[in-house]
C-alpha cells in the first residue's frame, strides 16, 4: 500500500468516532460482518440457545419486579465465590444477580452474558501498524463498548495509541562523535532526537491524523500465553480463559495492583474511585468477565470484547477501524484471517524478550 | 490455667501504671489517630482515587513503608542473632525486647497492606481453603506466609520467655531454642520475601536483579539495629532496666558493618546502570538526576545518600559511634536514611517510567500522609506497650508470686 492511500481524516470534530464515512457508532447493531471461520459461526449459534438461560431468569425477575432486590443482590455479591470454581447452578445465580442490580442501577434490560469457551478456538489478533493512522476510533469505540468509567475525574482507556516520532541526523553533528583529545566521545548524532524516537507519546491532539514525520502503534493488553500478571495474582482471580483472553473476576478482585506491576505492557487500569458510567451510555449486552459494569478498587483490562467474541461477532476495534488495519480471529483455523496474516506478512510481537507469548501481533505489509 | 489469667491481668494492669511521661508519649501517638480515621473513611467510602497514585505510579507511600517495617521486623534479629548464637550475655538479658519490636512491626506492615489494598473488605478471599491462596505461583502469598510466620514465632518465642519469666520457672530449651533459630533463619526468609516481591518483575527492569534481597537485608541490619539503639538509650533512661553499654557498642557496630555493604551495593548499582544508560537505567537515572524537567525524587535521593554517608562516616569512628549523646542522633539519620532509600528511592522510580516509556510522577496526597502516620502512630502505641509489659516482667516487677 502506498502512502498516498491512507485516508486523512479530520479530527476538529468532537464526536467520539470522527468523521461522518464510517457513521454512529452503536454498540447494540448486529455485526454485519463475520469472523471468516464458518466452523467457528456454527459453534456459537448451538451454544447461543443453552447460554442465555440466566439472562432469562433475570429479565423474568426484573418484570415481576422487587424493590429490595438491590441491596439484597449487593449483599449476595459479597459473599459469592471464585467465578472459575462457581457450579453451573451458582454461575447462573451470580449472572442472574447482576442482570438485577444492572437493570435498577441503569434503568434498562441489562443481559449479564456467561458464555463459556467454545472447543477449537484460541483467539488471536493482528495489528497492521503500517496502516494504522492514528485516529483513535479504536480507543473511543472501546470505551463505548466495554463500559468503562468515563468524565474529568478518572477515564480508563484499555487501548492507548503511542505516537512515534521521526528524528533527524544532521551533518553539523557529524564529527562531534569522533573521539577528542582525551579520546572521548563527547557529542554526536545519537544525543539528539534521531532516527525513529521509541519513546511512544500517546496524549497527542493532532488536528489531522496522520501527522507528518509520525507513525502510530497501538497497544492493549497482549492475551499473553503466558501472562505475567495472572502468575503474580494471589488470589487467582485473573486467569487465562481456554479460548484465549486473559479475564478478570471483578467480583473477586482484592485491589493489591500486583497484576499492574507485573504487566510489561501497561494494559491493565484500576478503578480508583466509583466508576463513573452516564446511564444513557451504558452498553446493556454484557459479559460477566468482560464488559460489565465495573466497581471501585479493581482491576480490569482488554478481554478482546468476550461479550462479542463468543457470540461470533468482532471486537469493537476491529469493527470501527477505517482503515482495516486490525485484523482478529481463531488461531486454531488455518484459513482464518489472523492466521493467514501469520502466514504471509512479517509479523513481530511486542518485548518478544520477555518470553510472555502474546496473541497479539503486529505486522506490516 | 488461673496462673494464665492472673498473668493477663498482672500483664494489663502493669501497662497502665505509668508516669506523666509516659502517658503524654501516649497521648501524643493518640493524637494520629483522629485524622488517620478520617483518611480511612474518606479512602474506603471514595476509593483509591483520594490518594496521589494513578495506573501510571501504582505502587506508592503505602507500600514503601511496607517494605521498608518489614526490614525493621527482621531487623530485630539483629539482638536475637549475637544473644543466642554468640551467646553474647548483654544482649541475651534483652533478647526480648527485640522479639516484641519484631511484632510490633510486622502488625504495621499488615496495616500498610490494609492501606494498600483497593479492596479491603475482601481479603478474605486470600484465606486459604475460604477462598483460594495462589501458592506457590504468587510472590505475594509467600510473602504474607512468612510474615505471619515470623509474627507466630516472635509472638510464641516473646511472650513463652515472659511467662516463664513471669511464674518464675525454668526454660524449655529443647521446646525454646529450637524456635529461637527457626526465628533468626526466618527473619532473613521475610526480607527475602519481600524483595522477590518486586525483582520477579521483568516489566520494572529498575527492579529485575539479583542484587534486591542482600540490599534489602543489609540495609535493613543497619535500620533495625539503629531503632533499636534508640529504644535502649530511651529505655535506659527512663526506666529500672539498666542495658549494658556492651550491647549498644555491638549493635552499632552491626549498624556501621551492615549500611558499609548497603552503601557498596547501592553504589555498584548506580555504576552497573549508568556506565551503559540504556531504557532499563531510566529509572535510576530519573532518580538521581530526573528526566524532562521531572524531578520531585532527585533531593530525596541525594539527601539519602548523603544522610548515610554522614551517618556511615561517624560511626566508623569509636569515639563518636561510643558517645551516647551523639549516638541516638546519627541512628535517627541512617533510619531516615534507609527509609527514604526504600521507600522514594526504590519502590517509586520502579514505576517510572511505565513500561511504555511515560514519565509521570508521583507525590503523595495529606490522605495518604496522614493513614500513614496513623499506621506508624499505632505501631509504636503497641510497642510502646509490650516493651513496657516486657520492661516489667525482665524487671521483676510483674512476678506470679507477688501477687498471691
Not at chain 1, 279 to 305: A, I, Q, S, W
Not at chain 1, 322 to 333: M, T
Not at chain 2, 146 to 171: A, E
Request: with cysteine; charged share 20%; hydrophobic share 45%.
Amino acid at each position: 500500500m502506498s502512502e498516498n492511500t491512507i485516508p486523512v481524516v479530520e479530527l476538529s470534530d468532537q464526536s467520539p468516532c470522527g468523521g461522518e464515512s464510517v457513521g454512529q457508532w452503536d454498540p447494540n447493531a448486529q455485526d454485519d460482518r463475520s469472523l471468516d471461520s464458518p466452523s467457528r459461526r456454527t459453534f456459537v449459534q448451538n451454544s447461543a440457545a443453552g447460554m442465555s438461560a440466566a439472562s432469562l431468569m433475570g429479565t423474568a425477575a426484573l418484570v415481576t419486579g422487587s424493590d429490595d432486590a438491590d441491596a439484597n443482590t449487593t449483599w449476595a455479591e459479597h459473599f459469592q465465590g471464585n467465578y472459575r470454581l462457581m457450579s453451573d447452578e451458582e454461575k447462573a445465580e451470580a449472572l442472574d444477580r447482576l442482570e438485577k442490580r444492572y437493570s435498577l442501577e441503569y434503568e434498562k434490560d441489562v443481559t449479564v452474558d456467561g458464555t463459556e469457551a467454545a472447543d477449537n478456538v484460541l483467539f488471536g489478533y493482528a495489528l497492521n501498524i503500517k496502516k494504522c493512522i492514528g485516529c483513535r476510533r479504536c480507543v473511543k469505540a472501546c470505551v463505548q463498548e466495554n463500559n468503562q468509567t468515563r468524565g474529568d475525574e478518572q477515564e480508563i482507556e484499555w487501548i492507548r495509541v503511542l505516537k512515534m516520532e521521526k528524528g533527524e541526523f544532521t551533518q553539523e553533528k557529524l564529527k562531534d562523535g569522533y573521539p577528542g583529545e582525551v579520546g572521548i566521545q563527547v557529542g554526536g548524532n545519537a544525543y539528539g532526537a534521531v532516527g525513529v524516537v521509541l519513546e511512544g507519546e500517546h496524549y497527542y491532539e493532532p488536528d489531522k491524523v496522520p501527522e507528518q514525520d509520525s507513525h502510530y502503534m497501538p497497544i492493549a493488553c497482549m492475551q499473553c500465553e503466558k501472562p505475567p500478571c495472572v502468575k503474580v495474582c494471589p488470589v487467582r482471580t485473573t486467569y487465562r480463559e481456554a479460548d484465549g483472553p486473559v479475564v478478570i473476576d471483578y467480583n473477586w478482585c482484592i485491589g493489591c495492583r500486583m497484576c499492574i506491576g507485573a504487566c510489561p505492557y501497561w494494559a491493565r487500569r484500576f478503578n480508583w474511585g466509583e466508576p463513573k458510567l452516564p446511564k444513557e451510555e451504558m452498553n446493556p449486552d454484557t459479559h460477566y468477565l468482560g464488559n460489565r459494569p465495573r466497581m471501585k478498587g479493581v482491576v480490569e483490562k482488554c478481554t478482546f470484547c468476550i461479550q462479542r467474541t463468543r457470540q461470533g461477532r468482532y471486537p469493537a476495534c476491529v469493527e470501527v477501524c477505517p482503515v482495516g488495519a486490525r485484523k482478529f480471529g481463531n488461531l486454531l483455523d488455518p484459513n482464518s484471517e489472523v492466521r493467514r496474516v501469520l502466514a504471509t506478512k512479517r509479523v513481530f510481537r511486542l518485548k518478544a524478550e520477555l518470553n510472555t507469548y502474546p496473541k497479539f501481533f503486529y505486522y506490516v505489509d | 490455667m488461673k496462673i494464665m489469667i492472673q498473668f493477663v491481668i498482672d500483664y494489663i494492669s502493669y501497662i497502665f501504671k505509668g508516669g506523666l511521661r509516659f502517658y503524654a508519649w501516649m497521648g501524643f501517638l493518640a493524637l494520629f489517630l483522629l485524622p488517620w480515621a478520617y483518611g480511612n473513611y474518606m479512602q474506603f467510602t471514595q476509593g483509591m482515587i483520594v490518594t496521589g497514585l494513578s495506573d501510571q505510579v501504582s505502587w506508592g507511600l503505602y507500600l514503601a513503608n511496607f517494605v521498608f517495617l518489614v526490614g525493621v521486623a527482621a531487623g530485630a534479629v539483629t539482638i536475637v542473632f549475637p544473644a543466642y548464637v554468640y551467646k553474647y550475655e548483654p544482649l541475651h538479658k534483652v533478647a526480648v525486647l527485640g522479639e516484641m519490636l519484631a511484632i510490633a512491626a510486622v502488625i504495621m506492615c499488615i496495616l500498610f497492606v490494609f492501606s494498600h489494598m483497593g479492596r479491603p473488605d475482601r481479603l478474605w478471599h486470600m484465606v486459604p481453603l475460604l477462598g483460594i491462596y495462589n501458592f506457590p505461583n504468587s510472590m505475594l502469598t509467600w510473602d504474607t506466609m512468612v510474615l505471619i510466620g515470623y509474627f507466630l514465632l516472635n509472638l510464641v518465642c516473646g511472650f513463652y520467655y515472659l511467662y516463664q519469666k513471669y511464674t518464675g520457672r525454668p526454660l524449655n530449651n529443647n521446646f525454646y531454642l529450637p524456635l529461637i533459630f527457626i526465628s533468626i533463619v526466618w527473619a532473613l526468609s521475610i526480607h527475602t520475601v519481600t524483595a522477590f516481591l518486586i525483582n520477579t518483575m521483568p516489566a520494572r527492569p529498575m527492579w529485575h536483579h539479583g542484587m534486591m534481597p542482600i540490599r534489602f537485608i543489609s540495609t535493613a541490619f543497619a535500620a533495625g539495629p539503629s531503632l533499636i539503639i534508640v529504644i535502649f538509650l530511651i529505655i535506659r533512661k527512663n526506666t529500672a532496666l539498666w542495658i549494658e553499654d556492651k550491647a549498644i557498642n555491638m549493635l552499632s557496630t552491626i549498624v556501621v558493618g551492615c549500611l558499609s555493604i548497603g552503601l557498596f551495593l547501592t553504589l555498584s548499582e548506580v555504576v552497573t546502570e549508568l556506565y551503559h544508560p540504556t531504557e532499563h537505567s531510566d529509572g535510576l537515572r530519573y532518580l538521581m538526576f530526573g528526566k524532562h524537567g521531572l524531578s520531585n525524587l532527585v533531593p530525596w535521593f541525594w539527601g539519602s545518600l548523603v544522610a548515610m554517608l554522614v551517618g556511615w562516616v561517624l560511626l566508623l569512628i569509636p569515639r563518636v559511634r561510643k558517645n551516647y549523646t551523639v549516638l541516638p542522633y546519627i541512628c535517627v539519620l541512617i533510619f531516615l536514611g534507609i527509609w527514604v532509600e526504600k521507600g522514594m528511592g526504590l519502590l517509586i522510580p520502579g514505576s517510572i517510567p511505565t513500561p511504555i516509556g511515560e514519565f509521570t510522577q508521583y507525590s503523595p496526597t495529606m490522605i495518604e500522609i496522614m493513614n500513614c502516620l496513623g499506621n506508624w502512630a499505632i505501631g509504636f502505641l503497641i510497642l510502646t506497650v509490650l516493651l513496657k509489659g516486657a520492661i516489667g516482667i525482665v524487671l521483676g516487677d510483674v512476678k506470679y508470686t507477688k501477687t498471691q
